[in-house]
């Protein structure tokens, strides 16, 4: 049993992410002048992901609700690297939202070459206990602010191909998880959308890539909900926003489309995926209600 173990880890070693460093130096860095566009992107994974694209020469558009964070995160990058940060304070979820950014990057030719659509909302007891516009909310940030960006962001990636278009899911959109009903139907709709993407615009050389991570640890309420809900195993799954960012960006630059960051997360992800839909949901559903 052993052997078999250490040959499947041989054999898929690139696959499960063992193999490879995390310099990135035989990748794509930007040219100069070229931007990438991080929505959600002061903190947490946007932040990780920001860093991850800065350290290879992209100068930025990061976009928050709250300058203040924003204007830290700027501080931050512009010291740490030699690249120019814009900061936008915007709402993602307002309808407008996407079309402002848009006129924003077109009035200032910006040389749009990375759109990351990352900020999204989650948390755990959706749909029976959210009301209605809390609900209409999620889905407003999850899904329309995804793929509005995706679409009124198309001419300048276009414009500036190669590009790339990277999407922010989670490992829950690989599976119905009861105690995130809303957020995993979210989910797994940008795994989606992100592969016919993908397939619609190969021919104007905008690769489209989707993250898929599982827990990351940006707030301490996903610390407690990891080691309450998932254990052990969830815990030693979980990695941090920085690791999760330099792995996101240097797979996106591969062109890469589903990316599972960490090795047990791959391997858990490739068995959600395999096993009956019936089978995933009952398991999510027993341990969304263990110690509640
Ligand atoms: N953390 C995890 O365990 C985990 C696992 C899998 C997938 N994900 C996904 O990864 C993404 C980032 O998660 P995270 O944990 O890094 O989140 P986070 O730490 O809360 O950061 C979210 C970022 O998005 C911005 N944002 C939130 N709502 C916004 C809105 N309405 N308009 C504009 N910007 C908004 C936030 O800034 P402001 O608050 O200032 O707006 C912040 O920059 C989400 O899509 C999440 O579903 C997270």
Not at 22 to 43: E, I, Q
């Amino acid at each position: 049993m052993k052997k078999l173990v250490l040959l499947f880890l041989l054999a898929f070693r690139g696959w499960l992410g063992f193999s490879q460093s995390d310099t990135g130096s035989s990748l794509p860095a930007a040219s100069g002048g070229s931007y990438a566009l991080v929505a959600g992107g002061s903190k947490g994974i946007g932040y990780g992901i920001a860093e991850a694209l800065a350290k290879r020469g992209y100068n930025l558009i990061l976009i928050a609700r709250h300058l203040d964070t924003l204007q830290a995160a700027k501080k931050k990058l512009e010291s740490a690297h030699p690249v120019h940060v814009y900061i936008l304070a915007i709402d993602l979820s307002f309808e407008k939202s996407a079309d402002e950014i848009a006129k924003w990057c077109q009035d200032r030719d910006i040389h749009l070459k990375v759109l990351c659509n990352v900020a999204g909302l989650g948390g755990s007891k959706d749909y029976l206990s959210f009301p209605l516009d809390s609900l209409r909310y999620m889905v407003r940030l999850n899904i329309e602010s995804c793929m509005a960006l995706s679409l009124t962001l198309m001419p300048l990636l276009e414009k500036n191909a190669p590009s790339y278009i990277l999407n922010v899911a989670s490992m829950a959109g690989f599976a119905p998880i009861p105690i995130k009903n809303l957020y995993s139907a979210t989910k797994s709709a940008v795994v989606f959308f992100s592969y016919s993407l993908r397939y619609q615009l190969k021919d104007k050389h905008i690769s489209v890539s989707c993250l898929c991570p599982g827990p990351v640890f940006t707030k301490p309420e996903i610390i407690k909900d990891t080691k309450e809900k998932l254990g052990w195993f969830g815990m030693k799954m979980a990695l941090d926003p920085g690791t999760v960012g330099e792995v996101a960006v240097k797979k996106t630059l591969k062109k890469k489309l589903i990316i599972v960051p960490g090795g047990l997360a791959k391997i858990s992800a490739f068995v959600i995926r395999l096993l009956p839909r019936r089978w995933v949901v009952a398991f999510y559903g027993r341990a969304g209600k263990k110690k509640k």
